[in-house]
């Protein structure tokens, strides 16, 4: 069981937006701003698309975006894309103990 | 640019202890602006957050797996290390390593930020 909550799956058709949602807790997410999102393609290395809640490192698209409500982070792609589908995990810094979570991982489908 | 190489035994036998090194190219492991950590994860399964290392030496942990785990680090190589304890079956994972940013907060000091570049990962295999 992950510390982090995340849909197993979202889907969309191409063009469309769709939100990813990530929940943790008042030790984590809700008090922290250092949310971050990776995109896995299968049998690759995780990519860093969202640091800082909302931050997008250089080269990755603007239809990437991560806000964060309370002890929830989110993360939205627009206009979807065929290249968009893989696997996406949130992470969060956790505290002076516990130090980094992960979520469980959610499955984008592209339609 | 900065890469980095995951090497080590791709099978270890059930109660033994699993050894990786992570090889750091293009860039100086003695950086004060990062942490280097250890992620796994399991055939099918999620990311799971192992440990980080400061260049100093400074480790950090996973709770539920901190009596197994030894993080080190050579910084005349330009190295750090895994060493996992009495593996089992279950310790069969995809082992990442990763450069973890070191966010600084005049008032409250550092945390651990976002793997920002990440090793093409090795595959292990705990079976006897």
């Known amino acids: 069981q992950s510390a982090l909550t995340q849909p197993a799956s979202v889907s969309g058709s191409p063009g469309q937006s769709i939100t990813i949602s990530c929940t943790g807790t008042?030790?984590?997410?809700?008090?922290?701003?250092?949310v971050s999102w990776y995109q896995q393609h299968p049998g690759k290395a995780p990519k860093l698309m969202i640091y800082?809640?909302?931050k997008r490192p250089s080269g990755v698209s603007n239809r990437f975006s991560g806000s964060k409500s309370g002890n929830t982070a989110s993360l939205t792609i627009s206009g979807l894309q065929a290249e968009d589908e893989a696997d996406y995990y949130c992470?969060?810094?956790?505290?002076?103990?516990?130090?980094?979570?992960f979520g469980g991982g959610t499955k984008l489908t592209v339609l | 640019q900065l890469q980095l190489q995951e090497s080590g035994p791709g099978l270890v036998k059930p109660s033994e202890t699993l050894s990786l090194t992570c090889t750091v190219s293009?860039?100086?492991?003695?950086?004060?602006?990062?942490?280097w950590g250890w992620i796994r994860q399991p055939p099918g399964k999620g990311l799971e957050w192992i440990g980080s290392?400061?260049?100093?030496?400074?480790?950090y942990y996973n709770p539920s797996l901190k009596s197994r785990v030894t993080i080190s680090v050579d910084t005349s190589k330009n190295q750090f290390s895994l060493k996992l304890s009495s593996v089992t079956a279950a310790d069969t994972a995809v082992y990442y390593c990763?450069?973890?940013?070191?966010?600084?907060?005049?008032?409250?000091?550092?945390?651990?930020?976002?793997?920002?570049?990440w090793g093409q990962g090795t595959m292990v295999t705990v079976s006897s």
């Open positions: 990763a450069r973890q940013g070191r966010y600084y907060d005049i008032l409250t000091g550092y945390y651990k930020n976002a793997f920002d570049i």
């Open positions: 293009g860039g100086s492991i003695s950086s004060s602006s990062y942490y």
């Open positions: 290392i400061y260049y100093s030496g400074s480790t």
């Open positions: 008042s030790s984590d997410v809700g008090s922290y701003n250092l």
């Open positions: 800082e809640v909302s």
């Open positions: 992470c969060s810094y956790a505290g002076s103990s516990t130090w980094v979570v």
